[in-house]
């Protein structure tokens, strides 16, 4: 079956469990759907269009038969950022760019699913992901607190929108004060000790309630507004195509952080169901919702770990609960669109702080540093600064740079943290346990390791090649220049394999080791390693190769000291 995959073998005795697991989705998603269209800097309902497509066309290509698909904080605010860049143009219309940017987003995925590129969802490791979402959160948190005290906020990027705010504390609306402030505690109670209950939409039927009792809008506090009932114009979004390709870069940024995100959550449930998910489909199913939403005049959808936890929660065994919610979105926009309409922008400000405070992931970033100042072996402690340098740096790029540069920043950064790990691997100096049978271990974690005098064992903890030829003859060359060395073993054992600038680099060392008086062997069968240095090597350094450490120790030792043209006798 090419489409619907996630609904084969379905029981009808999962229906009701489906349909219950639907109605407490749409619960959640309507208020958050409202409030993330107000991140893209789009009218509220634009979230609900986004909605019905989005959901029933993901089920059709998507693998994951729990993953919700909807508008999220991150891509939302991603979207407002990119569309703000080309906005600027004249007669430009945020509403049909903002669409367009879902075409062309869903555009990219399909093409991406199609030529099997899931992988490339490795390539945003979690640090950067972490940073970047916690950059992201704080961004949109302070851009949300303005409505949440009814002042004007400023525009920019993180540390000038927070002026702007300090700015006008001076000028804070009481009534939205007083109406923002509670919504927000309710909520973080709800979803704290009440995980179940759909806490956005009982915070905004009391919000709504509010706003007709008291007239709030009279006292100065902001509301929706209209809201058009019905369902959107549905076709192509009408955009220049030279608009449309302004929209590239940023949609590809889009794609690649809403599939990581919703990867993540649809792997989680299958784990727990036990099935798999397949990140090809998954990129065709994103593809898919993205094209269905943008053609119905909404905004970027992608995976959601929030929504798709209420669904799992709910007890929902496939994609039928994602239909249903879908059906259950189309009646809210013919009919119930108008209960939404003297919603206070506070409450809707108190929604989105809500559902994005839980991404402040202070605990993470300092599990990262805690990691960082932990004692470890020198090819660890490089790979745990890198991890926490490159989540500090999407961190940083997102709230000095923006959120999409702030994103490439962390990529960046990781990218070029990897290749410094990658030149500078770790040399493990080795010695053999007392008392076991050719067990070989690194002195710096086992001191009591023995050593045979003149004789140093080493192990490259790495592949070896022009990254890092050069770092690894000087380390050898070091202790092969120490007095009294006769010889130098090189376990290459961790050394999956070799190119022709390594396998050169070999040769040379064992040269001007010799002529020190040194022998370099190599120990271990060594496979791929063997066959390039045959190839590429000398052949006395490929006769060199021992089948283990002991016995390529013995042969030095077996031989008379000598001494080379430039070293001492031992």
Same mark, same amino acid.
């Given at each position: ?31 958050? #759907? ?20 989005? $959901? ?59 030529? =099997? ?56 609306? *009481? ?71 302004? +929209?590239?870069?940023?949609? #590809? ?9 919703? $990867? ?9 169901? *036990? ?5 090809? %489909? ?6 898919? #919702? ?12 992608? @995976? ?17 609960? @994602? ?15 108008? +209960?939404?309409?003297? $919603? ?19 605990? @993470? ?36 740079? *923006? ?13 070029? $943290? ?11 100096? +080795?010695? =053999? ?76 060392? #064992? ?8 022998? +370099? ?9 063997? &066959? ?27 031989? %008379?000291?000598?001494?080379?043209? @430039?070293? &001492?006798?031992?």
């Amino acid at each position: 079956m090419l489409v619907f995959r996630s609904l084969t073998g379905y029981r009808p005795a999962w229906l009701g469990k489906d349909v219950v697991a639907g109605m407490t989705v749409w619960a959640v998603l309507v208020p958050e #759907a409202l409030a993330y269209a107000t991140i893209a800097g789009v009218p509220p309902v634009v979230g609900l269009y986004a909605a019905p497509a989005a $959901l029933v066309l993901y089920a059709a290509f998507g693998s994951s038969r729990h993953l919700v698909v909807g508008p999220m904080s991150a891509t939302a605010a991603l979207s407002a950022a990119v569309v703000a860049g080309v906005a600027s143009r004249p007669g430009s219309d945020a509403v049909v760019l903002t669409a367009g940017l879902a075409v062309v987003a869903g555009v990219i995925a399909v093409g991406a699913g199609l030529l =099997r590129l899931g992988f490339l969802a490795g390539f945003i490791s979690e640090p950067v992901l972490k940073g970047f979402i916690v950059g992201l959160a704080l961004t949109i948190i302070v851009g949300q607190l303005p409505k949440l005290l009814g002042v004007d906020g400023g525009d920019g990027e993180f540390f000038e929108k927070l002026w702007a705010l300090i700015g006008h504390l001076g000028e804070v609306n *009481g009534w939205s004060l007083a109406v923002g402030v509670p919504a927000l505690l309710l909520v973080l109670v709800f979803m704290r000790y009440l995980p179940l209950v759909p806490a956005s939409l009982i915070v905004v039927a009391c919000g709504v309630l509010a706003a007709v009792l008291l007239g709030l809008e009279d006292r100065g506090v902001a509301v929706v507004g209209d809201i058009e009932p019905g369902l959107p114009s549905i076709g192509v979004p009408a955009l220049a195509l030279g608009d449309y390709l302004a +929209l590239v870069a940023g949609g #590809a940024g889009i794609v690649l952080v809403g599939f990581s995100e919703g $990867l993540g959550a649809a792997k989680t449930y299958a784990a727990k169901a *036990g099935y798999d998910v397949d990140p090809n %489909r998954e990129l065709l199913g994103l593809g898919a #919702a993205n094209l269905g939403a943008g053609l119905m005049s909404g905004m970027v959808v992608n @995976g959601s770990l929030s929504k798709t936890a209420v669904n799992g929660t709910a007890g929902a065994r496939s994609q039928v609960s @994602g239909l249903v919610v879908s059906g259950l979105t189309i009646v809210t926009l013919l009919v119930l669109t108008p +209960l939404f309409e003297q $919603l206070p922008e506070p409450v809707l400000a108190a929604v989105v702080i809500a559902a994005v405070i839980e991404l402040v992931d202070v605990g @993470g970033l300092r599990e990262l540093f805690r990691v960082w100042t932990r004692r470890l072996g020198s090819i660890y402690g490089v790979a745990a600064r890198a991890d926490f340098l490159a989540a500090l740096a999407a961190l940083v790029g997102v709230l000095v740079f *923006g959120t999409l540069a702030g994103l490439f920043v962390g990529i960046a950064m990781s990218a070029l $943290l990897l290749l410094y790990r990658a030149s500078r691997p770790n040399l493990a100096i +080795l010695g =053999r346990i007392p008392g076991e049978t050719q067990v070989w271990a690194d002195v710096a974690r086992h001191p009591g390791a023995e050593q045979t005098e003149g004789v140093s064992v080493i192990r490259v903890e790495s592949g070896l090649f022009f990254a890092n030829a050069e770092h690894v003859r000087s380390g050898i060359r070091e202790v092969g220049e120490q007095p009294g060395m006769r010889g130098v073993v090189l376990d290459v054992e961790t050394v999956p394999f070799v190119d022709v600038t390594a396998a050169r680099m070999l040769a040379a060392l #064992a040269r001007d080791l010799d002529a020190k008086g040194v022998r +370099l062997l190599l120990a271990r069968d060594v496979g791929q390693v063997r &066959d390039v240095l045959r190839s590429a090597g000398p052949a006395d350094l490929v006769h060199d190769v021992h089948p283990d450490l002991d016995t390529a120790v013995r042969e030095v030792t077996a031989r %008379r000291p000598s001494t080379g043209s @430039g070293g &001492d006798a031992d």
